[in-house]
């Protein structure tokens, strides 16, 4: 009987044991990952640090990043998986502007203006 009680009472200790293992995590769920940037919507930077674009929902517009002056605005349309165009005014000349860029990476963008000039702007974090 000694023997039935003690083969009872381990059978009871290992079932109890995997049963609290069941209830048990691993910690707390990790954080979703943040999702990777797509296309041109966001920030971006030129290469002198003068001017910040952010381009939204199909309008685009570029502030100077020491005053915040608006400096342009206008409108983008994605042309292909990785080219958009650019129109809008120039707020200082007064004048209507006009870029093709092709985007390179998902944080830089190469732009030629249509009088052939051309910049390149970076994905601002």
């Known amino acids: 009987m000694d023997i039935a009680r003690k083969i009872l009472s381990a059978s009871l200790g290992v079932a109890a044991s995997f049963a609290l293992a069941a209830c048990t ?12 940037p797509t296309g041109v919507e966001g920030s971006w930077i030129d290469a002198q640090g003068t001017g910040l674009s952010t381009f939204n929902a199909g309008t685009f517009q570029t502030v100077a990043t020491d005053t915040g ?57």
């Open 25 to 36: 995590t691993s910690g707390p769920p990790a954080p979703p990952l943040a999702a990777a």
């Open 69 to 125: 002056q608006k400096l342009s605005d206008g409108s983008y349309t994605m042309t292909g998986p990785t080219s958009v165009e650019i129109n809008g005014t120039s707020l200082i000349r007064q004048s209507p502007i006009s870029f093709n860029c092709l985007m390179i990476s998902t944080s830089q963008l190469n732009c030629t203006s249509a009088a052939g000039q051309n910049f390149v702007l970076t994905r601002r974090a």
